[in-house]
């Protein structure tokens, strides 16, 4: 159980262009999800909290108008890179926390790599 | 700034030893701990986790607790070449309920 999905696994995108990643709990809901980009060597960062129903809260440095988030669903997050550049190459991890019952235990999903030329 | 310490490595440790892992953290308030597993170019797998002053165990992994000294550990007994990742201790910091800080992890070598 707790299995968290990505899609897709891996994109390649040219500069300028839009990105769409989406974060699906596949067994269990979700009300909270979150996203983290990790550069290579790099432990997670925080990107934002994705609460389903309302307007993702960002972490400190994150631009909300490039990184948009919508939470449809409680299966269902999606992160869109608006006008990606080639510093937004990254791998991007989205995690889960089952609404109930909640240990506040966080479930990744697999990750993203996305490459911008 | 609350933190979350772990020595980044690399441990090596021989096939079939006892790998030992620390982390410390500076959130007093701090009530659930959890550990995770990243193999190189994956995403994180949860391990365990604790929520009690003791030992927690389960399998081959025992995770250690101390709230007093703000202390959390995890022992990897009889390591194999599989369990070579680097392993992420987190925290939910008290005033952010859902989120992790995590540490920078350290890196596990288990040699044949």
């Known amino acids: 159980g707790a299995v968290v999905s990505q899609h897709p696994s891996w994109v390649i995108c040219k500069s300028g262009t839009s990105v769409k990643i989406e974060c699906r709990s596949l067994d269990f809901q979700a009300t909270t999800m979150f996203w983290y980009r990790q550069f290579p060597k790099q432990s997670l960062m925080l990107m934002a909290t994705s609460n389903e129903g309302s307007k993702a809260t960002y972490e400190q440095g994150v631009e909300k108008d490039k990184f948009l988030i919508n939470h449809a669903s409680l299966t269902l997050s999606t992160l869109t890179v608006t006008s990606a550049h080639p510093e937004d190459s990254s791998f991007y991890i989205c995690?889960?926390?089952?609404?109930?019952?909640?240990?506040?235990?966080?479930?990744f999903g697999p990750g993203t790599r996305l490459l911008v030329l | 700034q609350k933190e979350v310490e772990q020595n980044s490595g690399p441990l090596s440790v021989p096939e079939g030893a006892i790998a030992s892992l620390n982390c410390t953290y500076s959130?007093?308030?701090?009530?659930?701990f959890f550990w995770y597993r990243q193999y190189s170019g994956k995403s994180p797998e949860l391990i365990m986790f604790i929520y009690s002053n003791g030992d927690k165990e389960d399998g081959r992994f025992t995770a250690q607790l101390n709230k007093a000294s703000q202390y959390v550990s995890l022992l990897i007994r009889d390591s194999q070449p599989s369990d070579s990742a680097t392993y992420l201790c987190?925290?939910?910091?008290?005033?952010?309920?859902?989120?992790?800080?995590f540490g920078a992890g350290t890196q596990v070598v288990v040699t044949p």
């Open positions: 987190a925290v939910p910091p008290t005033d952010s309920w859902g989120k992790l800080q």
């Open positions: 995690s889960a926390i089952p609404s109930a019952p909640s240990s506040g235990t966080q479930y």
């Open positions: 959130d007093r308030g701090s009530q659930s």
